[in-house]
Every structure is written in structure tokens, then in C-alpha cells.
């Protein structure tokens, strides 16, 4: 296995990290939770020109065709960021989702407009806000000859309340379905709420909506729900291994610009052990985070052994995350908790981390239960 990143990888890294160096600073963060909902944001339309919001769809369909390793160096770099743009939600989660439509169709038209950044997509997965279990699927789709009619509620749904489009799993008489509705379609209603990072969320509950199209029925759409959303759980510990990789080097230049009976912080022995005691909890979440990039699609397609790594994945990096943001602020005092400083930020970015996709109980059970299947058998 070659653990190497390859010369295109690194461009987009340097690319990635340049971008959110230059234009995405913390004042730009501040700036952005200041916004009301739904405020339109130039950044998107900027990540767009990029290529970011179609970096894994097809080629043939306008994006850049790259795979979980290239989205685990983009998403790192958002986390490092602080980036409260739904990259996850649309170009991670959805946009692959509407690859292959017809052209004109309103699946490629949302496709091509999600892309370019003229407009946002979110995958409504999710029924409860306790668990990981993505085919899941309470909400009813009735087909009426070549229309579909959706009545239920999702809840939690990642940019749920700003999506221009969104993809709902729903269960009809062919087993799950992928449809794909208008965020303005009748009978849709949505409450959205601002998470703890900053990011908004929504319950949706369908009364009787119209979809817009059928992306996928049956063992079909099983399979491209559970890419999408495997594929997720890894963009989601780049980014709190991002947001730990920053959190530490804001640590590392408190440490040594504060002094403490004339020497700087960092040159006591108690504090330099605890920071690398935080050191080898990111280095810990960094080798996990390239195993989930590395075996997501492996653990979508059924592989056991690659869905014990992911939840291996997710319960390691959770558990670094919690550790190192939580020394972070122990670190820091009291300045640590001010709204104007970036060091609780990244806490709260990293708490929404450890709680999507499955929280560290989740996983934990999850990983029981593999466990005592070959005893049980």
C-alpha cells in the first residue's frame, strides 16, 4: 500500500491549503456566523472555479472524477479552515449522486448548477439523531406511473435548510429509493438551526411532496447511498483532523508568545508534556483518517472487514478530537472560551465532527457487535 501522496495529490493540497490560507481566514469565519441564514456567500461560487464542488463526479459529467483521497485533502484543509460552506453536504454527499442524468434532465441541470456554485445540494439521510445506520428508511415513496409523491421527515439534515436541491432516501414498493426534490417543491417544510460550529442543519418532513426525479431504485440505489455516505464518514474525520492540526499550531505559538515568571509557557516541562501527549492523538487520528479515505468504498460495497476500519476510524479520531480540543482549551485559560479567539471555535467544529455520522458510542457498539458475530454464528 502506497501511503505516498502522488504529485497530483499534492498540487491539490498545496492548492486547497493556499486557497484557505489566503481567502478563508478567521475573521472570514467570524464574518460568516455574523450572516443571516441563507446569505449569499462569494466563496462558493469561487470553490466552484476551483473544481472543489465536483470533485468526485465523473469527468462526463463536468466534474473532476478524483475519489475519497483527494476529498479526505480538501476537506482537511476546510476543517483547518474553519469552512462553514457546505462542501461536505453538496459536493461530497449529493453531487455524485446526480452523475449520469440525461442531459436536461432536472437532475443534470441541479447537478451542473451545483458544480459551478450557483447553487447547493443536500442528501436527507438521516431519521434519527442517535445511531449510524445509513439504508435506514422510514419516509414513504408512492409512485404515481412516472412521478413519485414523498410524506415522512428526516432530521439533522446537513445545509438541509438552505439545499437548492435535495436527494431523499425513501422506501416504496421497489424496496429504498434515491429522489431527487426541489428545495421549493410543495409540501416540503424545513427548520433549520444553526449547529454548534456555526453550520445549519434541518428537520425536513414531506407532506405528500412531488419529486423531481428517481435517481435510483433498489439494490442500486442501496449501493450509491452507502458510497455517499461512507465516503462522508472519512471527509468527516479530514476535517476534524484538520481543525486538530490547526488547533495545535495556534497552541504551539501561544505557548511560546506567553510567559509566565519571566520564561515563556513552553518552557515548562508540565505543559510541553501535554501537548505532546495532543501531538500523538492527532498523528493517532491522522494514520486513522487515511484508512477511512483508503477503505470507504471498500466498506460500501460490503466488505466486513472495511466497515470495522471506518467505524475503527470514527471512533478513533472522534475520541483524539474531543481529547485535543478539549486540552486546547485548558491550555489557553480563560482566553480559551472568548468568542473574538479561534481556539473554541475549532472545539465546537470538532464536538459536530465527533457527533455526525455516528457518534463515538455508535461506532463502539457497532464494533461490539462485529466482534461477537463469529461467536454467535
Known amino acids: 500500500m502506497n501511503l505516498n501522496l502522488s504529485e497530483e495529490q499534492e498540487m491539490i493540497r498545496a492548492s486547497v491549503f493556499d486557497y484557505f490560507s489566503t481567502a478563508y481566514g478567521f475573521d472570514r469565519h467570524l464574518e460568516r456566523l455574523g450572516k443571516p441564514p441563507g446569505s449569499a456567500s462569494d466563496a462558493w461560487p469561487a470553490m466552484g472555479e476551483l473544481g472543489w464542488l465536483g470533485l468526485t463526479v465523473p469527468q462526463d459529467d463536468g466534474g473532476l472524477g478524483l475519489g475519497p483521497e483527494e476529498t479526505m485533502l480538501l476537506m ?18 449529493a453531487a455524485p449522486l446526480l452523475a449520469g442524468a440525461a442531459a436536461g434532465s432536472p437532475a443534470a441541470n441541479a447537478l ?22 445509513p439504508l435506514a428508511a422510514a419516509v414513504r415513496a408512492e409512485r404515481e406511473g412516472a412521478s413519485w409523491r414523498l410524506s415522512g421527515r428526516k432530521v439533522l439534515v446537513d445545509n438541509g435548510a438552505e439545499a437548492d436541491w435535495l436527494v431523499v432516501s425513501a ?34 418532513e414531506f407532506r405528500d411532496t412531488p ?36 488547533s495545535l499550531e495556534i497552541c504551539r505559538d501561544y505557548l511560546h508568545e506567553r510567559s509566565q515568571f519571566g520564561k515563556p509557557l513552553a518552557a515548562l516541562q508540565v505543559l510541553q508534556h501535554r501537548y505532546v501527549e495532543m501531538l500523538i492523538a492527532a498523528e493517532r487520528a491522522r494514520s486513522m483518517t487515511l484508512l477511512a479515505a483508503l477503505r470507504a468504498d471498500e466498506a460500501a460495497s460490503g ?24 486540552q486546547a482549551i485548558q491550555l489557553h485559560g480563560g482566553m480559551g472560551m472568548a468568542y473574538e479567539y479561534p481556539i473554541g471555535h475549532y472545539y465546537r467544529k470538532l464536538l459536530c465532527c465527533d457527533a455526525a455520522f455516528g457518534s463515538q458510542d455508535d461506532h463502539l457498539a ?10 454467535d454464528a
Open 171 to 204: 422506501r416504496g414498493e421497489e424496496g429504498l429509493a434515491l429522489l431527487l426534490v426541489d428545495g421549493a417543491a410543495n409540501g416540503l417544510v424545513r427548520s433549520g438551526a444553526p449547529m454548534a460550529d456555526g453550520a445549519r442543519s434541518a428537520d425536513l
Open 112 to 133: 451542473q448548477a451545483a458544480i459551478s456554485g450557483q447553487a447547493s445540494l443536500a442528501l436527507a439521510w438521516t431519521e434519527s439523531d442517535r445511531g449510524f445506520a
Open 76 to 93: 482537511e484543509g476546510a476543517g483547518a479552515a474553519l469552512c462553514a460552506e457546505p462542501l461536505l453536504a453538496s459536493a461530497v454527499l
Open 303 to 326: 466488505d466486513a472487514e472495511a466497515r470495522r476500519d471506518l467505524s475503527l476510524a470514527k471512533l478513533t479520531v472522534g475520541r483524539s478530537a474531543r481529547h485535543v480540543g478539549g
Open 211 to 246: 419529486a423531481a426525479a428517481c435517481l435510483a431504485t433498489g439494490a442500486q440505489a442501496e449501493a450509491l447511498l452507502l458510497r455517499a455516505v461512507y465516503r462522508g464518514l472519512a471527509a468527516t474525520c479530514a476535517t476534524a483532523l484538520g481543525a486538530m492540526e490547526r
Open 366 to 375: 457497532l464494533l461490539s457487535d462485529g466482534l461477537a458475530a463469529p461467536a
